[in-house]
């Protein structure tokens, strides 16, 4: 199962592992004991963490809450020990069944950042920076493109009982909506904050145009981002000529409807406090977004609970198919003499025997069913 660890805010814990398997059931004792359950395979994800059945692309689970959890696939029921196979005349049959076989199941996890502010805008605009300097965070910082490659969050605290959660998301560049660069890895951690601080590097060649090109790509994702409150964010006064290009630059973003425009310089920490002033009134405007809860996926078995099919698949090889007969065969312990009587037995009642001889099954024919092959012999039991 998973479990929300609200400690944790990536799935870089899990990066490294493909396969997650559950520790196995114990056989039963001497004096009637029964084996142990096997124990309960838990891991933790952090909140916002969408479970995907990668087959189907259906969602599993939504986990958002502190310590919530989700079943994605159960352990077989435990077989039957010989005790439960005693009769008066046979007091120590030499029978027992196997525990059914665990669900398999092929998932895909999917984060999206529970965060109240989103920082966005191009690479190396000083997004890291900003929220070093506002928050305990530490993310890397370095003077090229692409530093962040996953979101670091940060809790802001202006006072002890004002405080919001602000993601740094890694940058965009121009057709990240199509997946190029970062692509969606980043536009689907943003679709759950309520405010945008869109930070723009006063220093670059063309600010404005990046501007214009992070919210084409906002708008191009959809998912309602390019419509949440942002708060237009100039960097870098710190550098000569961008303090004077202010007014200019003002101008040009208010003439694109965005009224709350603030210049700043993150390396000095001038304006952040007033920047993070700004966002968390913002934040307290804006109603929470509204989180999708999808219906929990039944899984069903693919194949007929009760229908005995049989079907050719060589000139000398039969396949059976029918979930409680291939149960059936999984669980019979094919070593013990009694349990194979017992199967055929089983077979003759169900109807499946009489089915592979009207399908033509002859001497010496392969019989499949689920993983087990078996020779068929015509014999009187």
Request: proline letters at 6%; one cysteine or more.
């Amino acid at each position: 199962m998973f479990f929300v660890n609200p400690h944790l805010n990536t799935l870089y814990h899990l990066a490294h592992q493909k396969e997650f398997k559950a520790p196995d059931g114990q056989p039963g004792g001497v004096k009637d004991m029964y084996g142990a359950a096997g124990e309960d395979l838990r891991i933790a994800v952090p909140p916002g963490t969408l479970v995907i059945d990668d087959e189907t692309g259906a969602i599993v689970a939504d986990l958002t809450e502190p310590d919530e959890e989700t079943v994605v696939a159960r352990g077989g029921q435990g077989g039957r020990g010989n005790i439960r196979f005693a009769t008066p005349t046979n007091q120590a049959p030499r029978i027992a069944e196997r525990g059914d076989p665990g669900e398999d199941r092929l998932l895909r996890l999917e984060l999206k950042l529970l965060a109240d502010v989103g920082l966005v805008g191009m690479p190396n605009a000083g997004k890291s920076t900003l929220l070093s300097v506002t928050t305990a965070a530490k993310p890397a910082i370095a003077s090229y493109p692409f530093t962040t490659l996953q979101p670091n969050l940060g809790v802001v605290a202006l006072s002890s009982d004002s405080t919001f959660v602000i993601a740094d998301l890694p940058g965009l560049i121009e057709g990240a909506s199509q997946g190029k660069g970062l692509g969606h890895e980043f536009l689907r951690h943003i679709e759950r904050t309520r405010v945008v601080i869109h930070l723009v590097d006063g220093h670059a060649l063309d600010p404005i145009e990046d501007f214009d090109t992070i919210n084409a790509e906002l708008a191009e994702f959809g998912h309602g981002l390019i419509d949440k409150p942002q708060i237009v964010v100039v960097n870098k006064l710190d550098l000569p000529g961008v303090r004077e290009m202010m007014p200019e630059f003002e101008a040009a973003f208010q003439a694109r409807g965005y009224d709350r425009v603030l210049g700043i310089s993150a390396m000095t920490r001038e304006n952040t406090r007033q920047l993070m002033g700004m966002a968390y009134q913002l934040v307290q405007e804006t109603p929470e977004p509204e989180l999708e809860r999808p219906t929990p996926v039944v899984v069903r078995p693919n194949v007929d609970e009760d229908q005995v099919t049989v079907t050719r698949e060589a000139e000398d090889t039969w396949r059976v198919r029918c979930g409680k007969i291939e149960r059936a065969v999984a669980r019979t312990r094919t070593e013990y003499h009694e349990a194979l009587l017992r199967l055929h037995h089983y077979l003759d009642s169900q109807g499946v025997l009489s089915a592979l001889r009207k399908a033509g099954v002859r001497e010496g024919d392969t019989v499949r069913v689920a993983d087990y092959e078996f020779e068929w012999v015509e014999s009187e039991y």
